[in-house]
């Protein structure tokens, strides 16, 4: 799987691009969790790029949300296309999360505190 | 005055100034590598002259025909006295005799001339051609190799432990080569070299010899070395370590074979005592690897064992995972249920389970996130709350409700369960409901009209203790089947990469709308099969079928 990241303003910028399931997930879950533990607080995960995610793929970010929320930290996830937003819907985890239309708003959410 | 203690300042041409402590009463001075101190001065004789003790006193005389040798300026004759504040020149090299402890102007740096890194590879190709005019000490020295070599591979060829087997290697080299320091050095599991084995003369003692900048050509990057006097090459320009430990010779050869290096193994003894040969090179670096190689092989077979015991772990796990499932159906007048599960590696996170009271029957099917023993054993618990709440509670709100709680509770690592639990009320044919973020059942008519389930969704079990699941309420004719399944299902992928998708799915619910519950299970499990053809299985697959029969009262 293919990955884009920055850091912008202190706020970590993932982009995660094609399937995110069983085989894809753990790489991205070693690469969120060494920021983590590197110190990093504000995440930014865009997911434009995801065309499907399965269930380790939301455990991913569950589990990122959830040792952020342990620091006092932040994760916002950004343009959630049609196929991914349902996998969200069907688990009823929209609620659970920040959910931004674009990355630019993404960003502006964390820029304004919590 | 007593000049016992002669310390010599070396400085040949070009290079820089080295200094050599005087330990042995007789020493030899030439360009050969033979010689007690070797310089690195075209203009010097293989062995061009020698520094000797005579009483109190220290001799110099040339060995060379040629009046290369001066001692303060003056062409020496015969042999003649050296005293403290001296100076002779040697072809181009300047000698300067000076007391112990006088004050050293420049820290001492060693001249480059004689650091040797080949690849160990090619050491090995190369050796073993023997000179043709071997004799007299050439030849028992060659006889004693090849007994060294021969007892070396015997060892290798028997059953030993590879600790021991590196002991031996170090063992052998150390008697035959007599440094005054071996030692190996083995990578550990974070690849940092660390001291495993050494050995020294009895009374000598100290840390077995180290560099770092040794390490990184030998062990790093599988060179040989042969490193002669104290030396400070390019690679070594930062190192002190090897200045600091005095002029020494070193040879080295890394634990190499074709999967990388384990490690290395370094033979060093000050220069003045043992210097080491291209000879002694191409023996180290034969033995470690011949002892490399056997390493390796203990490595795969131990492996390979703990492969097949963790196979046979697997297996075992499978039979009793799969034995927590029923593969025994009710009979009933009222209602037919059956189920079955496949799962993608030999352990799995999908689930299906039942419990049958006199006037319902309850019934759940779900999927944890992931896949392997992490997904197996939170399977196992979430059957275990299925199996132990199920009996007291009246709504499927309240029992997910009881799950979810404590799926919620120390979930370290947000796994997460989905799950769509129902309970058939058997006088009425109704089906109460909730759905824990799980894929939509299907309700089959009895005419083979399909449609899907959504109400009454809720969130995945795990993540939120508090959630309150909504219900719904399905009522069922009789004849009428509620279809259960896992995204294994929907999500399963043929040779092209295309999903088996809702639409194959219904198509097939519609034309078995009418055939008994297993064959709807077994079908359902066969055409996802035959869709995927031969490719392989990336999730559990899990089907479950609960038909509504009606009253027969």
């Known amino acids: ?114 | 005055m007593s000049i016992k203690a002669l310390r010599l300042r070396i400085t040949p041409p070009g290079g820089v100034p080295f200094e050599h402590e005087c330990a042995a009463a007789s020493l030899v001075l030439g360009r050969e590598r033979a010689a007690d101190i070797s310089i690195s001065d075209p203009y010097l004789s293989r062995q061009h002259a020698r520094l000797f003790q005579d009483g109190d006193d220290w001799f110099l005389e040339s060995l060379t025909t040629k009046n290369t040798t001066l001692l303060n300026g003056r062409p020496i004759r015969g042999r003649e006295r050296v005293a403290h504040g001296d100076e002779a020149q040697l072809g181009s090299t300047r000698v300067r005799f000076q007391q112990k402890g006088e004050p050293t102007p420049a820290p001492i740096v060693l001249p480059a001339a004689t650091t040797v890194f080949r690849s160990a590879s090619a050491v090995l190709e190369q050796a073993g051609t023997l000179p043709l005019d071997v004799g007299g000490d050439a030849l028992r020295r060659l006889t004693e190799r090849l007994k060294l070599v021969n007892e070396v591979h015997r060892a290798v060829a028997g059953r030993i432990a590879p600790d021991d087997l590196l002991q031996l290697l170090l063992d052998r080299v150390f008697d035959h080569l007599s440094p005054e320091d071996a030692a190996v050095f083995l990578k550990d599991k974070d690849g940092e070299l660390r001291p495993a084995m050494s050995r020294r003369p009895p009374g000598v003692k100290g840390e077995p010899f180290f560099s770092r900048s040794l390490a990184l050509e030998v062990a790093g990057k599988g060179m040989a070395a042969l490193v002669q006097d104290a030396i400070v090459d390019s690679r070594f320009a930062s190192s002190e370590s090897i200045v600091m430990s005095g002029v020494r010779s070193i040879v080295a050869a890394p634990l190499l074979d074709t999967e990388g290096s384990l490690g290395m193994i370094v033979l060093s003894s000050h220069a003045h005592v043992r210097r080491f040969s291209e000879e002694d090179l191409e023996l180290l670096v034969s033995l470690s690897s011949a002892v490399t190689l056997r390493i390796r092989t203990i490595a795969l077979a131990e492996e390979a064992l703990q492969h097949r015991l963790l196979e046979k772990d697997i297996d075992r796990a499978r039979d009793i995972q799969m034995s927590m499932l029923p593969t025994v159906f009710p009979a009933r007048a009222e209602f037919a249920l059956s189920a079955a599960l496949r799962p993608a590696r030999s352990v799995g996170g999908d689930l299906y389970d039942f419990l049958e009271g006199p006037d319902g029957v309850w019934f759940f099917l779900g999927d944890v996130s992931g896949k392997g023993f992490p997904a197996a054993l939170l399977m196992a618990v979430t059957r275990t709350l299925f199996r132990a709440s199920a009996p007291d509670e009246t709504s499927p709100s309240a029992l997910l409700g009881r799950m979810n709680r404590e799926l919620s509770r120390d979930n370290e690592r947000a796994m997460f369960v989905t799950g769509f639990a129902g309970r058939l009320d058997l006088a009425t044919g109704e089906v109460a409901f909730s759905n824990a973020g799980h894929n939509r059942p299907y309700v089959i008519g009895q005419d083979g009209a399909v449609r899907s389930v959504g109400e009454a969704a809720g969130m995945v079990m795990g993540v939120d203790g508090d959630f309150e699941y909504p219900v719904g309420v399905v009522a069922l004719a009789p004849g009428d089947t509620l279809y259960l399944y896992t995204d294994g299902v929907t999500e399963a992928l043929d040779a092209a990469s295309r999903q088996y998708g809702e639409a194959r799915l219904e198509a097939r619910l519609r034309e078995l709308a009418q055939a008994p519950v297993g064959t709807v299970v077994q079908e359902t499990l066969h055409a996802v099969q035959e869709f995927a053809g031969s490719t392989p299985q990336s999730d559990d697959i899990a089907v479950m079928a609960v038909r509504y029969l009606g009253l027969t009262k």
């Open chain 1, 1 to 114: 799987m293919e990955m884009t990241d920055e850091t912008r303003d202190g706020v970590v910028i993932v982009a995660p691009t094609g399937r995110l399931d069983v085989n894809t997930s753990a790489e991205l879950e070693k690469r969120l969790l060494d920021k983590v533990a590197a110190g990093e607080t504000r995440f930014v995960v865009d997911l434009t790029a995801v065309e499907y995610i399965s269930s380790a793929g939301l455990r991913v970010l569950l589990l990122l949300a959830k040792q952020l929320k342990a620091r006092s930290g932040r994760l916002v996830l950004s343009s959630l296309g049609p196929a991914v937003r349902q996998v969200f819907e069907l688990a009823g985890l929209l609620p659970v999360f920040a959910v931004e239309a674009s990355r630019e708003q993404a960003m502006g959410r964390l820029a304004s505190g919590p």
